[in-house]
């Protein structure tokens, strides 16, 4: 007899595709669950005792450069659902323009999803990635319950094509603040040892793992190793 919730299939309609969300090792079951209530509240708890961080970052951004303090990620969550991803801003406003005019950094992009130096990165910014302080807005987004704390990489639906045949299992889970990639080279990962690493993950979860990486996230994220 299948788990409850793990042996429908689900699909989720974007753009002109549709996602088939398959079954998850992950999904449905009752421990993983708690992933759903316990994270929202911790997330809120964090937002209101990080509260004084959330607003010297805040105000460091908006003085560092001009723009929003804010950046929006648009991603892809659980079953596909599309949602907007918080961040504080670390590259400059015209970020999109400097990407444009050069086509050597646009092809590093397609090909690892980030810049090893990216031109478009403030100062400030630099320094909020090393220590993964912009994506504290993220605590928003799991108590909107679009994100674990804990989880598989989020991807932006241009990305999920380079997932093969391991999009629809990703799919079929919300994506984490920090995961098994993160405390795993985070940056320095190629991007087929990243989908290796997301599936892993998926494969051998449990709330014991969870704890062992959330553990291992503050030692990488204090020590500012593999970030840029």
């Keep these: 007899m299948g788990r409850p919730g793990v042996d429908r299939v689900s699909t989720t309609a ?6 088939v969300a398959d079954p998850s090792p992950l999904a449905g079951r009752w421990d993983a669950r708690l992933k759903d209530v316990v994270g929202p509240i911790v997330a809120a708890v964090a937002l209101v005792v990080l509260s004084p961080l959330f607003a010297a970052i805040a105000v460091a951004v908006k003085c560092s450069s001009p723009g929003p303090i804010i950046h929006r990620r648009y991603v892809l969550g659980g079953r596909g659902k599309p949602f907007e991803a918080f961040k504080f801003r670390t590259m400059v406003a015209e970020a999109d323009a400097v990407l444009a005019r050069s086509p050597q950094l646009r092809q590093e992009f397609l090909l690892k999803q980030k810049l090893t130096d990216d031109p478009r990165t403030t100062g400030l910014g630099r ?4 220590y993964s302080l912009d994506e504290l807005p993220q605590l928003i987004n799991v108590v909107r319950g679009q994100m674990w704390l804990i989880g598989p990489r989020m991807i932006s639906p241009e990305e999920l094509e380079r997932y093969g045949p391991h999009a629809s299992r990703l799919m079929a889970v919300k994506p984490g603040m920090t995961g098994l990639w993160q405390v795993s080279g985070r940056q320095t990962t190629t991007y087929a040892r990243r989908v290796e690493l997301d599936m892993q993950y998926l494969n051998e979860w449990t709330l014991w793992l969870d704890l062992k990486i959330l553990f291992r996230t503050f030692l990488v994220v204090l020590g500012g190793r593999g970030a840029y």
């Design 14 to 19: 974007f753009s002109s595709a549709t996602i």
């Design 127 to 130: 320094f909020l990635r090393k």
